[in-house]
């Protein structure tokens, strides 16, 4: 048996943003060495109860990272709902989103609970006028911000 720290998501809601995000009050429980897939079960269920989901480090308020930081600025180019899960606050949940994606790095984003990429992803998305038509193929609402 091992200490496993059980994910307590709270929300955060932005009155004047499009994105929300959630935070973690880890609670510590004991459960057999076998429940890593658990952890697998509980990223499977956020990724799939919003349209777009992002993990990245810190929050979209408050990135902790340029790639992070990077991706909330391509969303909100486009006024993207979505909700964010900070892999800074468990480190099980920063090695499970790894795993469930089979991707090395953090941010990773996700939608309609598919996994779409990284930063390196969302920029070329986003530079080759992609992101626009995969949010529509998806059937995410959006409304990109006046080209100036």
Same mark, same amino acid.
């Given at each position: 048996m091992f200490v496993f720290r059980r994910l307590s998501p709270s929300i955060v809601s932005q009155t %004047? !943003?499009?994105f929300y995000s =959630?935070? $973690?009050s880890?609670? =510590?429980c004991t459960? +057999? /060495?076998g429940d890593a897939a658990d952890m697998q079960r509980l990223i499977s269920k956020y990724v799939n109860q919003d349209k777009v989901v992002v993990f990245m480090k810190g929050v979209p308020e408050k990135p902790q990272c340029g790639f +992070? %930081?990077?991706v909330v600025q391509i969303m909100r180019m486009y006024g993207v709902k979505f909700a964010s899960?900070? &892999?800074l606050k468990d480190p099980e949940l920063r090695e499970g989103i790894k795993k469930f994606s089979n991707w090395p790095t953090i941010p990773q984003v996700f939608i309609n609970g598919? $996994? &779409?990429g990284g930063c390196d992803i969302m920029i070329q998305l986003h530079q080759s !006028? #992609? $992101? /626009?038509?995969?949010?529509? #193929?998806?059937?995410v609402e959006f409304t990109p911000l006046a080209q100036e």
């Open positions: %004047n !943003s499009t =959630r935070t $973690f880890p609670q =510590r459960i +057999s /060495e +992070s %930081n990077a899960y900070d &892999v598919e $996994f &779409v !006028s #992609e $992101f /626009e038509k995969t949010l529509t #193929e998806a059937g």
